[in-house]
């Protein structure tokens, strides 16, 4: 196995997914990801989904059904090839990463709260890549506290009426449904909120603005006006929703930790590639013992960064235990450490790392958001630090 590749032999993972990570790869080359047209996030998204769901690989995102009708790949979503994906996908192209992540995060209160007629009706798509999902949680007054939230749903006959904004909306104004999460009942805290699908042309739900972030994706801030759902279409049981959402960020929020990790490959990979052929003062810059020694502490970082996410995803798949810590730790360590890392490569680039668009530039601004979102770096410590009082 080649340096690139040799944590593929750690013990966390069987041969299926060392095969799923190589291919993958290939498959990334091939597609000529690392040179995607994303002029337009929001074809370029379009297009990527499609192409996921093409090569076989949004089948990760949903899981397989009794008799494989749901398309999903494995008959649990599988952490370890969640992971492995998103970092690889990161090392191409974040739009890939981000597209693929999406898939997943935007559909899986279906897969682990919907009915069998709401996973019958959505989850294939999911998988073939003809639907493409949201996760809407947050709130312009609710984020990392997001059991504040103000978004409504009134039961009226056999519908619920929503109203109210969620912000912060990966894929929307892409969306082809959104899965909200909205308040039931006033007065219980995080025990009176419930998840429900709604398909993005209902009537009563509007894209009120596009929100534009320093690395661009779609992304929106929704309305909902007296916006009548099907009671249908709730996720999970009456005032549940909560939980159904802590439950699906706790799937996700691992794979975070990878798309980071990912980032960081990519900015050594940078980084190794610049300094073996920056000349200067009559050697290369790799030369220097400064430089060699910034390259020994990436290495160290990245190697640490893995080895957190890939025991975090193995505790969640295999351990058969919570795994609250063990991915509180991956996703705070990673995303801050992959941060860290990109800077320490840009600095390498000189001028050159700030050009706009050149590849460590971009990363730079690439990570930022992964340590803010599905759990800011304080949310995360207070995590590790509540389950370690527990006893
Ligand atoms: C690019 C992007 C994409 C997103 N996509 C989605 C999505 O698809 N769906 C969705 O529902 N949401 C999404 N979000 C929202 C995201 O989950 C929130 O931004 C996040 O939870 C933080 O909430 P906030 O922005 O309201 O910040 P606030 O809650 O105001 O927090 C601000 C800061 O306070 C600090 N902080 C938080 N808690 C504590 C504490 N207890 N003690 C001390 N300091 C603390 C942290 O540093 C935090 O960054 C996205 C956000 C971004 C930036």
Sequence with gaps: MSREFSHLEWPFFDDAHRDLALGLDQWCKDQNLSALDDADVYAACRDLVQRLGSGGWLRYCVPAGKDGELGGRHPQLDSRSLCLIRETLGRYHSLADFAFAMQGLGSGAISLGGTDALKNHYLL????????????????????????????ARVDGDHYVLNGHKTWISNGGLADFYCVFARTDANAGSRGISAFVVDADTPGLEIQERIEVMSPHPLALLRFDQCRVPAANMLGELNQGFKLAMRTLDVFRCSVAAAALGFARRALAEGLAHAGKRKMFGQVLSDFQLTQAAFGDIAAEIDQSALLTYRAAWVRDVAGRSSTSETAMAKMVSTESAQWVIDRVLQMFGGQGVVANAPIERLYRDIRALRIYEGATEVQKLIIARELLKG
Excluded: K, M, N, W
């Design 125 to 152: 798509s999911i998988a073939t890549g003809q639907r493409i999902p949201a996760f809407a949680l947050s709130e312009p007054e609710a984020g990392s506290d997001v059991a504040a939230l103000a978004c409504t």
